[in-house]
Antibody, heavy 120, light 106 residues
Framework: QVQLQESGPGLVKPSETLSLTCTVS????????WSWIRQPPGKGLEWIGY???????NYNPSLKSRVTISVDTSKNQFSLNLSSVTAADTAVYYC??????????????WGQGTLVTVSS | SYEVTQSPSVSVSPGQTASITCSGD??????ASWYQQKPGQSPVLVLY???KRPSGIPERFSGSNSGNTATLTISGTQAMDEADYYC?????????FGGGTKLTVL
């Protein structure tokens, strides 16, 4: 059973960089794509981006200028950096495993999510 | 950019059939996935490739996708099915989520 666990600061100051890590257990991180998805309080889901274990990435165009996703296969972890944050970046951040099969893309395993609040 | 739209809310009586729709331009030419999210919990995949159920998802969850609309159908709806439901697809390497539908079981 694959398990994902997000970790990182729960409070970030405006204009600073939000940094989160997702640790994958129960399977090797290799050969899959891994994604970050967020959900502002009381709102819907927003895809942030994903990374392959080779380092190949794809980001949401609306966040692309501020997002960096990286992977550390030796630690079975991948990470999110979101720069120049504002209150609008306050959300629960989820990490998830992305599957793409026969043209169908979906997320089969999700972390429990971590709330990040942007406030001074 | 591609967008999909969901009705904000759907109500159903226990034991009845609930239909939750997701609309987008030529959505039937793409694959839709559906997620269930209960308060305070992470989303759970309930359908992928329009109609397929992951292991552990009850048979009362089914789906279809044609034209501009994908539909999640819950037959014999139970109180435990009350949740937010999100459709998801992708276009030009960009993942798109619907705004979510709150299913109330009255």
């Amino acid at each position: 059973q694959v398990q994902l666990q997000e970790s990182g600061p729960g409070l970030v100051k405006p204009s600073e960089t939000l940094s989160l890590t997702c640790t994958v257990s129960g399977d090797f991180i290799n050969s899959y794509y891994w994604s970050w998805i967020r959900q502002p309080p009381g709102k819907g889901l927003e895809w942030i981006g994903y990374i392959y274990t080779t380092g190949d990435t794809n980001y949401n165009p609306s966040l692309k200028s501020r997002v960096t996703i990286s992977v550390d296969t030796s630690k079975n972890q991948f990470s999110l950096n979101l720069s120049s944050v504002t209150a609008a970046d306050t959300a629960v951040y989820y990490c998830a495993r992305r599957i793409l099969v026969a043209g169908s893309l979906y997320f089969d395993y999700w972390g429990q999510g971590t709330l990040v609040t942007v406030s001074s | 950019s591609y967008e999909v739209t969901q009705s904000p809310s759907v109500s159903v009586s226990p034991g009845q059939t609930a239909s939750i729709t997701c609309s987008g331009d030529k959505l039937g030419d793409k694959y839709a996935s559906w997620y269930q999210q209960k308060p305070g919990q992470s989303p759970v995949l309930v359908l992928y490739e329009d109609t397929k159920r992951p292991s552990g998802i009850p048979e009362r969850f089914s789906g279809s996708n044609s034209g501009n609309t994908a539909t999640l159908t819950i037959s014999g709806t139970q109180a435990m099915d009350e949740a937010d439901y999100y459709c998801q697809t992708w276009d030009s390497s960009t993942v798109v989520f619907g705004g979510g539908t709150k299913l109330t079981v009255l």
